[in-house]
């Protein structure tokens, strides 16, 4: 829509959806339909919420005919600029940042074109306890005088796979 326009019932002069296309120019009075992520027709600066209009007339195949709409908006209200999600030269990743399945990092690279980047896989930690006082905290037994359950290397192990690193137990060291 144009927002100079204002409230008010107006026709819909044209359908855009998110695709390729090309959408004729906006005529003040008129207004059109614009699907998420569509292009907006030329000389339309605002895009007004479903949600703030009412269908007065549809056409025979039940689209949008006459629209009222409810509320005034300022111009450039529900627009996004294109390219305004990643501006040219921006870094959107750095060295060191970790790709993850549930961090969107993957959804941000495939949104510049990128399939393929060069990557580290995480290293294995092998995580190995050491102390003649130290016994296997699954052994089953009383502790005699001097021991200690080894509770550090199960700690660390469990840690290290719940940030996604893959261990190796290498059990207990003697000190001598």
Do not use: C
């Amino acid at each position: 829509m144009v927002a100079a326009d204002g409230k008010g019932t107006y026709p819909v002069s044209q359908v855009s959806h998110a695709s390729a296309n090309s959408p004729k120019p906006l005529e003040k009075g008129q207004i059109a339909r614009i699907t998420t992520g569509a292009p907006l027709p030329p000389n339309a600066d605002a895009v007004i919420m479903v949600e703030d209009t009412l269908v007065m007339t549809e056409t025979a195949d039940g689209e949008e005919e006459t629209v009222n709409i409810l509320s005034s908006i300022p111009a450039g209200e529900n627009v996004r600029e294109i390219g305004s999600d990643v501006e040219k030269g921006h870094v959107i990743l750095h060295k060191g940042d970790e790709i993850t399945f549930a961090g969107g990092e993957v959804g941000i690279l495939a949104s510049v074109g990128l399939a393929t980047v060069k990557v580290y896989a995480k290293p294995v930690v092998g995580v190995l306890s050491t102390g003649n006082e130290l016994v296997r905290h699954e052994e089953e037994r009383e502790l005699q005088l001097g021991e200690v359950r080894d509770s550090n290397r199960p700690s660390l192990m469990a840690a290290l796979k719940a940030w996604g690193y893959h261990t190796i137990d290498l059990g207990i060291a003697s000190d001598t």
